[in-house]
């Protein structure tokens, strides 16, 4: 996060950057006249540095103004908007770094054009009200940004999770249970668990997990009682991860009452990737996945006695898919989705999504648009909710189909499992993976044309789909989005056949 003293420093750099070119003057011209290099000059404009009181006495004096006018924080009028971005929570917050630029570099490019810039700023931040958009989704944004920019696999994480299972001697071929992991927490990092508060708490118990630090007794984490134990087991990993990696900032509960950093959403992600590859061994499963791979068929019951192998998930095994896979295969044109449907609703939401391939696949389109009912995620939801009803209890349930992509012509071959929620009464939750089928995807994974596995058009809402009712009975709302946009281009035709250019 910046802190004031770099607020003054950017401040401070854009005025003297505003200053000098108002007066026509290179930096060469001005640097020489207060007595500085000209490199030191252009650090100080960009926001780099802040000189001494002597330097600053030198400066002023080269550009014609008071001392005091040019240390202060009033700006003028085409530079206020810069300085309302400076003190932005988005500006403040946001990760540049991860992507190669700093804070001041980008300030430094929009004060080449203030006015512009000023627009610009009061664009973002009327579209983010309009669509009531908060910090924490920029750095949720910035986040898988990050995963996509590393093929999500972090290889240090991936070795440090080795290392402690090694050092403990814990075997890569078995899982490692809730037990053992929440003994390592008492034993070694004074810990106390409580496993009865949070459930009986109506406030609480939608929590998974709850972090309070007491310098005295230690640490108390309060775990949800209705957790499975391969959900325990995760809390438990996540938490030695905490402790055993070198995070700056941790987040107290497991899903987020407030997203105060990006260094907290960092420190989550590090930790729950540790958490993934310490539970679910990167060779075992690699050697797994290679195996299943070369399958001629798809195989639903191998499939399963897979995910069963490491006791996990199915969020956890299929999110340490995507770690591995890209990595391990070569397969990285991959997506992740969850959905979660409330038992006897047609409503299904988009929860989570982490697309690492270059075809758009469903996201926060629009609030009153409705997913593409032919994804394999909502069919295996589907099942599962008629499984519930006809008496058949909770086994997950598996989906399995190519879909092709109207809007974009590609192809998926995806792999969907539904299962209910532990903590929300009445809800199913689905993750489904997505390999595009190109060239990499037909040499490593024998089955990927099985003619036993279905074949459908998808797209990515109903509004904005061609289909007919006819060649889709489950569609659930009409093509709104689609007809103006066809509506839209019918008119460009017409305005062109009259002759006006439409380029």
Request: proline share 5%; net charge negative.
């Amino acid at each position: 996060m910046e802190t004031s003293v770099d607020n003054l420093r950017l401040i401070l750099g854009l005025k003297l950057k505003r200053l000098r070119q108002d007066r026509g003057a290179s930096l060469k011209e001005i640097a020489a006249a207060a007595g500085v290099s000209v490199s030191y000059l252009s650090e100080i404009e960009k926001g780099k540095k802040y000189p001494k009181a002597d330097k600053l006495i030198d400066l002023a004096r080269a550009l014609g103004v008071a001392y005091d006018d040019l240390v202060s924080q009033r700006v003028d009028e085409p530079l206020q908007a810069l300085k309302q971005a400076i003190a932005s929570p988005f500006v403040q917050e946001f990760p540049f770094q991860l992507f190669g630029v700093g804070t001041e570099d980008v300030l430094s490019l929009l004060a080449d054009r203030p006015n512009e810039a000023g627009a610009l700023v009061s664009t973002f931040a009327e579209v983010a009200r309009n669509y009531d958009m908060r910090v924490e989704h920029f750095l949720l944004a910035a986040l898988r940004s990050y995963q996509q920019l590393h093929a999500n696999h972090f290889e240090q994480i991936e070795a440090r999770a080795e290392t402690e299972r090694e050092t403990r001697g814990w075997d890569a071929e078995r899982p490692i249970s809730s037990d053992t992991l929440r003994a390592v927490l008492e034993a070694e990092h004074g810990y106390t668990i409580d496993t009865e508060t949070l459930s009986a708490h109506p406030d609480l118990r939608a929590f998974r997990s709850v972090f309070v630090a007491d310098a005295e007794g230690g640490p108390t984490l309060y775990v949800n009682s209705q957790l499975l134990p391969s959900q325990q087991a995760f809390v438990f990993a996540r938490e030695l991860g905490y402790e055993l990696l070198d995070v700056p900032e941790r987040a107290t509960t497991s899903s987020w009452l407030e997203v105060t950093s990006f260094e907290q959403v960092l420190s989550n992600f590090e930790v729950s990737y540790f958490a993934g590859a310490l539970l679910i061994s990167r060779s075992a499963l690699i050697r797994d996945l290679g195996f299943f791979f070369e399958q001629a068929t798809w195989d639903e019951a191998a499939f399963r006695a897979a995910f069963e192998r490491y006791d996990a998930t199915p969020e956890m095994f299929f999110y340490r898919l995507t770690q591995l896979i890209p990595s391990a295969f070569g397969l990285r044109e991959i997506y992740f989705m969850r959905f979660s449907n409330p038992r006897g609703t047609d409503r299904f939401d988009l929860t989570k999504v982490l697309n690492m391939s270059r075809v758009p696949v469903p996201h926060g389109i629009r609030r009153d648009e409705h997913y593409c009912r032919r994804w394999p995620a909502v069919g295996a939801l589907k099942a599962l909710a008629d499984q519930q009803q006809a008496g058949g209890g909770d086994t997950p349930t598996v989906q399995v189909q190519r879909s092709h992509f109207l809007n974009d012509g590609a192809t998926f071959f995806e792999i969907a499992l539904a299962r209910p929620l532990a903590l929300t009464e009445g809800t199913n939750t689905a993750v489904s993976l997505g390999f595009l089928v190109d060239d990499s995807v037909k040499q490593t994974v024998r089955f990927w044309d099985d003619q036993a596995v279905p074949s459908l058009d998808v797209n990515l809402t109903c509004e904005r789909c061609p289909l007919s009712p006819d060649d889709c009975r489950v569609r659930t709302a009409p093509p709104a989005v689609l007809e103006r946009t066809m509506e839209q281009a019918r008119r460009r035709n017409a305005l062109a056949d009259l002759g006006l250019p439409m380029d």
